[in-house]
């Protein structure tokens, strides 16, 4: 563990968390530990940099082949405009092909290419080889803990990930969701 997280942590009594403050030391937790990853991540790249909403809209593409620009824009929390600038740089630099729908000649069908598909192969590999690296340098009561904790996060990020009630509700640019991270 990082020496300064440590003493963090000891500060606060070895995870004894007020029950008011837990709420933003677990998000400040987490966005602390992707931010550690995407810019361990970075280093080596050889290929130019994506941005967090490039690599989500990539993601999801590879989730959901033929995916609509719209319904794309619905499952990021983006503006509609805001995915089509997205599509248009990634299908500019190779890693998005934009498909006409067969049932509708005025939509378009989202498809990755075969560089996205590599790329993002390289990043999951890397990823797993980083944290996997980083987790088993732990003690095996923080491993326990943190394979404990997955079920609850898992549920935790699928509860955010609802569709807000609003329709309107947290529709941000690519800028200001690569901010929020």
């Not at 959901?64 to 995915?83: I, K, T, Y």
């Not at 990755?112 to 690296?133: C, F, K, M, N, Y």
């Not at 009630?165 to 901010?179: C, L, M, V």
């Amino acid at each position: 563990m990082d020496d300064s997280l440590e003493a963090e942590d000891q500060e606060k009594g070895g995870g004894g968390t007020e029950p008011d403050a837990f709420p933003e030391e677990l998000a400040d937790t987490l966005v602390r530990v992707q931010r550690l990853i995407r810019r361990r991540l970075r280093g080596g790249l050889t290929a130019p940099r994506l941005r967090g909403a490039e690599v989500e809209l990539l993601r999801l593409v590879e989730e959901r082949p033929g995916l609509g620009v719209s319904d794309a824009a619905r499952a990021l929390h983006l503006a509609g405009n805001s995915v089509s600038t997205l599509v248009n740089r990634l299908v500019g630099d190779g890693y998005l092909l934009r498909e006409t729908d067969p049932a509708d000649r005025r939509a378009a069908r989202l498809r990755l290419t075969p560089a996205a598909s590599e790329r993002l192969g390289q990043w999951r590999r890397r990823r797993s080889e980083l944290v996997g690296r980083e987790v088993a340098g732990l003690g095996a009561a923080d491993r326990a803990a943190l394979r404990a904790a997955l079920p609850a996060l898992r549920r935790l990020a699928t509860a955010l990930h609802e569709e807000p009630e609003d329709p309107g509700t947290d529709r941000r640019t690519p800028r200001e969701a690569e901010k929020s991270w």
